[in-house]
């Protein structure tokens, strides 16, 4: 007979053993449900665009694409297009970019660059994080009852004597694309500030000391050679919070107005993709769901297209600084 | 003889001070944009502070027992509260959670674990990512189309199905990013005793690395407590008390939306001490991600 080292190594008193038939049954098993639930996600994405796809077919036949550059949503005479909404959308976000995206970048300076002791930097931080907390709805809230109010005054003042600036050309009477961009501001702030605050941090520390040693000041340091050096991650970071702020929908549902209107007006109601979904679906008709789900997959398109390019961002400036990723 | 001692003068060169003049333009400049992220920090924590200020002023002065079990008040009523609103957000997240959170925690295992570097396992990840930036709303309207207009009622379900499809992406790349801190050694020290995949998984890799899955599984769950769009076809709302998961169910946030419209002050009152509760709900299990995620692997 054989020598079978495992047989004479082997004695009644231990414990170890070999896995046994039934571990390994269990070890597939566990891997076969994992891998599952990995390909859930892509199902999933799949099933979302598959859905929404077929669902607003009916619509894309008999719309086509004068659904996109169309002006009026008539539920009466059946005639719908969206271009007020994405014009809305587009604008709002953008704002939001211009105030948020600033803040947030200027932030991110803050909380990295050594202007306050640890502590404090701490504290400032989990206010940023909290201010991601808040829920949509509460901001819409607080847009309704506090900041509309306090932008009024403001407003009136600035079209009366600037009213023939386009900017300042109508009156706020209430909801509002400025409201609603400075809220949508607030919420996408966290979004680039943390995402940039990242990009500084990955700076290595050597690059700052090299700048320093030169006899820079803290500004040039940080303007000449962190800025220019975190700037894809500060991009990946706006365009990230560009696409946060592109569906985010109850703040705007609230704070918008929801009117079909293209104006470059700060103080003019509009209307964005996200909100017309929102305050017309519950109540919408047969052919009315058609369009909304086709106005659904120009949302998503335009989303996807956003979210997809600041990953791409976000990847490459990972990859510059660790090598392969 | 002492040559060292004799003073050999270097040239004489103008040595220019060490100090900065401090009203030099570069550093003034310096000290104005000190001063400008100093205001810009302080600019974006006013917002924060002005939302919780009006929470405990507006909703504070309205918390109270009535306000927290009572059902809600039509039109010109007066008093009324909002306890249906609070179980429906509950069973809400509830049902998202125990959707989400196996799913996502298993696919996590596979991203991170078994087979990081796959075609599935990139595309997943890559996917899960663009998912994270997916308008919620869209979730509502998928659900819509999947869930309401099949089984011809809205629903507790489809309101925590569409939340769990929101949930999904965060909980699975916070998993991942908690497992992969997870060190290599302990792993293959696993491995090395002859344990199975499996059992290297449950036994060590999950344990270790809970604290960190633990963590963004609760900030998942305080999005969706928080999250209003996904829930205005799904579950629409109820002015009752959920008898069984298949009918309307109210939530606490689209009770503020539908109440924050409506022209009478006792509504908005509610409104407002809705929020606060809603705001209380989502700051608890935020304090509860910070203790608990305190992991022993982090930097």
Not at chain 1, 58 to 67: D, E, Q, V, Y
Not at chain 1, 81 to 89: A, F, K, N, R
Not at chain 1, 174 to 196: C, D, E, R, Y
Not at chain 2, 251 to 272: H, R, T, V
Request: net charge neutral; proline share 5%; hydrophobic share 55%.
């Amino acid at each position: 007979m054989a020598y079978d080292p495992f047989k004479s190594a082997s004695s009644a008193r231990t414990l170890s053993a070999p896995p046994s038939a039934s571990d390994y049954l269990k070890d597939a098993t566990f891997r076969a449900f994992a891998y599952f639930c990995a390909l859930s996600i892509l199902l999933l994405v799949g099933y979302i665009v598959f859905e929404l796809g077929s669902q607003a077919m009916p619509a894309i036949k008999t719309h086509g694409l004068g659904f996109v550059t169309g002006t009026t949503w008539d539920t009466n005479e059946e005639v719908f297009g969206v271009l007020p909404e994405i014009w809305g959308t587009l604008y709002s976000s953008l704002l939001a970019l211009l105030i948020g995206g600033g803040l947030g970048v200027g932030i991110a300076i803050f909380l990295t660059q050594g202007f306050v002791h640890a502590k404090i930097e701490v504290t400032f931080r989990t206010i940023i994080e909290l201010l991601a907390a808040i829920p949509s709805v509460v901001y819409g809230l607080w847009g309704i009852y506090v900041l509309i109010p306090l932008l009024r005054p403001g407003a009136e003042w600035l079209h009366e004597k600037l009213g023939w600036f386009p900017l300042f050309g109508t009156e706020l009477s209430g909801p509002g694309l400025a409201p609603a961009a400075l809220v949508l501001a607030i919420m996408i702030l966290p979004t680039v500030a943390a995402i940039s605050a990242d990009a500084f941090r990955r700076i290595p520390y050597k690059v700052k000391e090299a700048a320093y040693g030169m006899g820079a000041t803290k500004w040039e340091v940080i303007l000449k050679v962190m800025l220019p050096t975190a700037s894809s991650g500060i991009l990946a970071g706006m365009v990230l919070g560009f696409g946060r702020a592109l569906g985010e929908t109850m703040a705007l549902a609230m704070l918008i107005g929801n009117v079909n209107n293209i104006s470059v007006s700060l103080f003019a109601p509009a209307n964005t993709l996200a909100s017309l979904l929102a305050s017309t679906f519950p109540e919408a008709g047969q052919m009315e769901i058609q369009a909304l789900m086709y106005a659904a997959l120009v949302l998503l398109v335009i989303t996807f297209i956003v979210n997809v390019a600041g990953l791409a961002v976000q990847q490459y400036t990972m990859r510059k600084f660790e090598g392969k990723k | 003889m002492n040559h060292l001692d004799e003073q050999v003068l270097p040239p004489q060169f103008d040595l220019p001070s060490l100090e900065r003049n401090a009203f030099e333009w570069r550093a003034l400049k310096n000290t104005l944009l000190t001063g400008f992220v100093w205001l810009l920090a302080v600019i974006a924590s006013i917002p924060l502070f002005s939302v919780i200020y009006m929470l405990v002023v507006e909703g504070g002065a309205r918390l109270d027992l009535e306000a927290i079990t009572a059902l809600p008040p039509a039109g010109f009523e007066m008093g009324g509260g909002f306890g249906n609103a609070i179980v429906g957000t509950l069973v809400m997240v509830g049902i998202a959670a125990a959707i989400s959170i196996p799913l996502g925690t298993m696919a996590a295992i596979y991203l991170a674990i078994l087979d990081p570097s796959s075609k599935l396992a990139t595309t997943s990840r890559f996917l899960a990512k663009v998912l994270t930036g997916f308008p919620s709303i869209l979730a509502g309207v998928f659900i819509y189309a999947v869930l309401v207009v099949t089984t011809g009622t809205y629903s507790a379900w489809a309101g925590g199905v569409a939340l769990a499809v929101l949930m999904l992406p965060t909980v699975t790349l916070a998993a991942e990013e908690a497992m992969k801190q997870v060190p290599q050694k302990m792993k293959d020290a696993a491995f090395g005793m002859g344990c199975t995949n499996t059992q290297v998984i449950m036994k060590v890799v999950l344990p270790t690395g809970l604290p960190g899955i633990l963590t963004g599984v609760i900030l998942a769950v305080a999005g969706a407590a928080g999250e209003s769009a996904p829930l205005l076809f799904t579950a629409l709302f109820s002015n009752y008390y959920m008898a069984e998961l298949a009918e309307p169910t109210a939530s606490l946030s689209i009770l503020i939306y539908n109440f924050s419209g409506m022209p009478f002050d006792n509504q908005i009152e509610l409104a407002w001490a809705a929020s606060l509760v809603l705001v209380m709900i989502v700051l608890i299990f935020n304090v509860l991600a910070r203790v608990v995620g305190k992991s022993k692997f982090k930097d």
